[in-house]
């Protein structure tokens, strides 16, 4: 007899509808206790298809972005890859189970805190938490195979480009001339220089840090 399907095996059902492809998104999705990195009173809601808030202002992404940031990353098993705004760390979770060492950044030092302990409590050894500006990137740990910014920011910070690994690739969302928001992967060709690839629209908070959004004006389309 199969288990009983739960709000989990449904949630990925229906991103693998939606088009996620990745089987190694999917199935890390399918073991992370989402409903662990939601606050109490969201529980009940943690599998649904929407955002979810974390305080401060600032939101867990959907299921949806979730699965669609870590495919684009396309890291290999094993590779170093960095994180900007942890949040709740449900993403750093995600890309763990993928098999990656994961670094994360995040601004905010009670967010920090907090989702460096649930990963812990939860088994998450190979996700180290600092808080920190991540538009500086992290040098020191890196070159990275993948970067990945959970927030948006007026333009590609050139500082993460440069930590990038041959082939490595920055998945981030920027604001477009119109006030919306793109997601960008950015690859760092082998031979030098830097590939621009459109990846779709997005709806991320802002990236506030020294080269993102002024925490003065908050990101709410104007620069720094
Ligand atoms: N990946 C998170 C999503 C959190 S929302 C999750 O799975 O829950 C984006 C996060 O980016 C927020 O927590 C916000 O505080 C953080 N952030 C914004 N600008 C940042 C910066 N410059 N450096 C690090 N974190 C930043």
Do not use: C
Request: hydrophobic content about 40%; overall charge positive.
């Amino acid at each position: 007899m199969n288990a009983p399907r739960t709000a989990r095996d449904r949630m990925v059902e229906d991103l693998r509808s939606a088009g996620i492809r990745d089987e190694r998104v999917l199935e890390a999705m399918a073991r992370v206790p989402r409903e662990r990195f939601v606050p109490e009173s969201f529980r009940g809601r943690a599998y649904r298809p929407q955002r979810i808030p974390l305080g401060l202002g600032q939101t867990m992404s959907m299921p949806w972005t979730v699965a669609r940031l870590a495919e684009l990353l396309e890291a290999p098993p094993g590779a170093r890859v960095l994180e900007i705004g942890t949040g709740s760390g449900y993403q750093a979770a995600v890309l763990a189970e993928m098999g990656l060492r994961v670094f994360s950044l995040e601004r905010h030092a009670r967010l920090a805190r907090e989702a460096a302990r649930r990963l812990r409590e939860l088994g998450y050894l190979s996700v180290t938490v600092k808080h920190f500006d991540g538009t500086f990137g992290w040098a020191a740990e890196g070159p990275w195979a993948g970067i990945v910014s959970t927030a948006a920011g007026p333009r590609v910070p050139e500082t993460l480009v440069t930590q990038l690994a041959p082939g490595g690739r920055l998945v981030l969302p920027v604001e477009d001339e119109e006030g919306g928001q793109r997601l960008v992967v950015v690859t760092r060709l082998p031979g030098g220089g830097a590939r621009e690839e459109d990846a779709g629209p997005a709806s991320f908070v802002p990236l506030v840090g020294r080269y993102g959004w002024s925490p003065r004006r908050g990101g709410k389309g104007r620069e720094a």
